[in-house]
């Protein structure tokens, strides 16, 4: 889910206190997790709710930031001139570091041909435009990737947002030398490939976003089993569940 707002505020949170923007104890949230002073705000709605964004203007990570919302989430902002696009943090989550681990292994006993992976946002916890990303050390499908480029495998990166397929795009241009990568934008539960293409399909810290609807989700993992011709991986919070294709089988490691 992504939302589109226009900056409507720069300046310190004095000011915003003053103003009545948003209160005292969210202003000392902000300083006790952030520090810092100056901000930028934006305002958007989410259902009936509106929700109040900040975060700091000369953050380099702008992921960091805080919200109002009752039950928050964690953003990853993307600039677009005037206008910020809030959307969920593409990056895996702090559970993921287990799961990254078994796949990577997982790849390296299979060492397929051809292996997509669903959903990839920004592949790890850089960001991929950025000059200083590195492989070492990280987790994610690009740092994965990345080390595996010795390797004949062909990795198909599926991601549905723009501004998150550009990013991968960069990637590719800057650190993907020598990488047999392809990026393509498409969305579950309908991927633009073949039956029993991909002999290792990867769906992680996707599904759970995108709906909570049974049907949805087995629509989902069906159409996950459709393109590989062996195994899928999906995982469950710190749990990593590997379907087999021919018996309809998950196992969770």
């Not at 080390?147 to 599926?158: D, G, I, K, P, Y």
Request: with cysteine; aromatic share 8%.
């Amino acid at each position: 889910m992504t939302y589109k707002v226009t900056i409507v505020f720069r300046g310190s949170l004095e000011r915003l206190v003053k103003e009545s923007v948003i209160s005292e104890e969210d202003a000392n949230k902000y300083r006790d997790r952030f520090g810092g002073e100056n901000v930028e705000l934006a305002i958007y709605r989410r259902g009936k709710e509106e929700v109040i964004v900040l975060r700091p203007v000369t953050d380099k990570d702008s992921s960091i930031i805080y919200t109002t919302e009752e039950n928050p989430r964690q953003y990853f902002i993307l600039e677009e001139d005037e206008n910020l696009i809030f959307t969920l943090n593409p990056n895996p989550a702090s559970h993921s570091t287990r799961v990254w681990r078994m796949i990577e292994q997982f790849v390296e006993y299979k060492r397929p041909d051809v292996m997509i992976d669903v959903g990839t946002g920004y592949g790890g916890y850089q960001r991929p435009s950025s000059d200083e990303w590195k492989s070492e050390g990280e987790i994610g499908m690009l740092p994965l990737v990345k080390r595996a480029s010795e390797r004949n495998t062909l990795f198909v990166l599926v991601e549905p947002q723009t501004p998150v397929i550009e990013e991968l795009k960069t990637w590719k241009e800057k650190h993907g030398e020598n990488c047999n990568v392809e990026i393509i934008q498409a969305a579950l539960p309908h991927l633009p490939f073949r039956d029993n293409c991909a002999d290792v399909v990867t769906c992680i810290d996707v599904l759970k976003f995108i709906d909570t609807d049974e049907e949805f989700h087995a629509s989902c993992i069906d159409e996950l089993l459709r393109v590989c011709n062996s195994q899928a991986l999906i995982n469950f919070n710190d749990k990593l569940g590997i379907i087999d294709k021919q018996k309809r089988q998950l196992v969770l490691l």
